[in-house]
């Protein structure tokens, strides 16, 4: 079936270092991408978004690239911070109206 | 959580009983789902209602019951039939223009 997937189960980074979270897409009629951040015990809150018709989307410190070609999704964080600590998940719309998400990938801040 | 509130946060189920998670909003939005996280996976897809007195199963159904009789309110019921219901769970709405807005979540143990 369709899935959405991460390359990377986990990544360290140094703080103010930039950070790039990659996702695999395989439903080439999803139109509609979003990036959630998820702290512990807590929901997954929206970051960005993106729409199939873009390639690239910008918001405070962070960017998320589309390559449909290649059905890729990235997120990029810049000056990771130690806040940024969390696990990020990609989502794709599904076919019910729903939303489909990858396992996600924990991003972790070295001081 | 912008207006969507789950309860408990934290619930203990002995062997053979019902439970019901509540998830109520107050943004007057149509569509609301339920995802249950296990650790170190993506959200899978319970159920989902878009309109209130109709709902639809999601990828895991099976062992979990539903009902919408209000706008406002979208109860999960964790049944004796679900062998496994240890878990995160987790009530979104959709916005209609950022994906989901999520619930804090309610962590279900089975004791």
């Known amino acids: 079936g369709e899935s959405v997937g991460l390359h990377l189960p986990t990544l360290s980074v140094q703080e103010g270092d930039n950070s790039i979270i990659n996702c695999a897409y395989s439903n080439s009629a999803s139109d509609y991408f979003i990036w959630y951040k998820q702290e512990s015990g807590k929901g997954p809150q929206f970051i960005i978004d993106?729409?199939?018709?873009?390639d690239k989307r910008q918001g405070q410190r962070v960017t998320v690239l589309l390559n449909k070609t290649v059905k890729h999704l990235s997120l990029q964080i810049a000056a990771t911070q130690p806040g940024d600590s969390a696990v990020y998940f990609c989502?794709?719309?599904?076919?019910?109206?729903?939303?489909?998400f990858g396992a996600g990938t924990r991003l972790t801040v070295k001081p | 959580d912008g207006g969507i509130t789950q309860s408990p946060k934290y619930l203990f189920r002995k062997e053979g009983q019902n439970v019901t998670l509540s998830c109520e909003q107050n943004?007057?939005?149509?569509?609301m789902y339920w995802y249950r996280q296990d650790p170190g996976q993506g959200l899978r897809l319970i159920y989902y209602s878009q309109i209130v007195n109709d709902f639809q199963k999601g990828d895991i159904a099976e062992g979990y019951s539903v009902s919408r009789e209000k706008k406002e309110s979208f109860p999960l019921t964790v049944t004796s039939a679900q062998k496994n219901p240890t878990a995160f769970y987790l009530c979104?709405?959709?916005?209609?223009?950022?994906?989901?807005?999520f619930g804090s979540g309610t962590r279900l143990t089975v004791v």
């Open positions: 979104a709405i959709a916005t209609g223009t950022h994906g989901y807005t």
């Open positions: 993106i729409r199939s018709n873009m």
């Open positions: 989502a794709e719309n599904g076919n019910n109206n729903d939303m489909r």
């Open positions: 943004l007057n939005h149509d569509a």
